[in-house]
């Protein structure tokens, strides 16, 4: 009788241990996706991938529904928490404040000041997940070849549009929020390239950072015009990114890639600006070696249109060759390890 109780103690402590381990593993894959929704180029959805956490955060965006809505006004709060999965949203949701707040702050800061490294980092990482989520398609036909290239190329075409101009209406706002969240659900559309290409980057991100160091009420109102946004596209894309996973996974995951891959044009490491729009004289500029150091000088009076990715010898300013080079077999590591790990590590709540 002893002996049991021994052997039943130390299950319980191992399953204790493993769910903590669970859950601190959650809240940094968390962070890791926060971090990637505010680096344009990169997509959260990516990361929620080869982090093997994709299919179950679908499923449990998706269990909001009309009968989750009826379940809670009848105050039926155990049933919804265990309907939407609510441990694992939690934990992942935490993780996702804390990385958006380490993104606005110190990814900001990088891409300042060493954007080559941090851009070479995420070729690193996206470079990587493409053959992993390949590997998983089980069966390989022409429509699946298909899809990816047709993905690569219209990913690739995306990322040499030129940005518009923003409107600051709240319906715009909006709008914006409900085209970007498409990130978080599709693995290769990063939220904040899209909103880099509506004009709204600038607008949302200065604010959100400008709010966690003064709130105001004005900003609180537009940043939470924006969440709504979030959500509602959310809620309607993500059935839609259900069912063709589950109805057509190879397919899918082809275009899924494909996106991924066509994605990498906009962040190889060393891009010169092409052409610039001089926001005080409404003057648009053609960039090349002769006048580039303007740019240098009086940055704030710019807007880059449109960037040429060139090689290291051809690049305007510091290539940092060696710390891009390790950054870029960091990124590589960080996906083999994530993928390894995630394989290791499913223990589920």
Not at 25 to 32: H, R, W, Y
Not at 158 to 175: D, G, N, Q
Not at 260 to 276: A, E, F
Request: glycine fraction near 8%; include cysteine; charge should be positive.
């Amino acid at each position: 009788m002893k002996r049991f109780k021994m052997e039943s103690s130390m299950e319980e402590n191992i399953d204790k241990l493993g769910k903590e381990k669970w859950s601190l593993s959650l809240i940094l894959k968390g962070m890791c996706m926060g971090i990637a929704e505010v680096i344009p180029g990169v997509s959260g959805g990516t990361i929620a991938f080869i982090t093997g956490i994709y299919k179950k955060l679908i499923d449990s965006i998706k269990a909001f529904d009309l009968k989750t809505i009826t379940l809670l006004f009848n105050g039926d709060f155990k049933k919804v928490w265990s309907k939407i999965n609510g441990p694992f949203l939690t934990l992942l949701l935490l993780g996702m404040g804390i990385g958006v707040v380490l993104g606005v702050f110190g990814v900001s800061h990088m891409l300042s000041e060493f954007p080559e490294i941090l851009w070479a980092f995420f070729f690193g990482l996206i470079l990587a997940s493409v053959p992993m989520m390949l590997s998983t398609i089980k069966e390989k036909s022409i429509i699946v070849i298909l899809s990816f290239i047709v993905a690569v190329v219209l990913a690739y075409i995306i990322t040499c549009l030129s940005p518009v101009e923003a409107s600051e209406s709240k319906l715009y706002i909006f709008l914006c929020g409900m085209i970007a969240i498409v990130a978080l659900v599709l693995p290769g559309v990063s939220g904040s390239f899209i909103l880099l290409l509506l004009g709204a980057y600038t607008i949302i991100i200065p604010l959100l950072k400008g709010f966690l160091s003064n709130p105001t009420l004005d900003a609180f109102v537009t940043l939470a015009v924006f969440g709504i946004g979030c959500l509602t596209g959310l809620f309607l894309f993500v059935r839609l990114v259900s069912k063709a996973y589950n109805d057509h996974y190879n397919v899918t995951i082809g275009l899924m890639s494909g996106f991924m891959l066509g994605s990498l044009n906009k962040i190889w490491p060393w891009r010169n600006p092409k052409i610039l729009l001089d926001k005080d004289k409404a003057e648009i500029i053609n960039v090349d070696n002769s006048n580039h150091q303007l740019f240098d000088i009086l940055d704030h009076k710019f807007k880059i249109l449109q960037e040429t990715n060139v090689f290291p010898n051809a690049y305007y300013y510091n290539d940092h060759l060696w710390m891009v080079l390790i950054a870029f077999v960091a990124g590589v590591l960080m996906v083999c390890l994530l993928h390894k790990f995630s394989v290791q590590n499913k223990v589920t709540i």
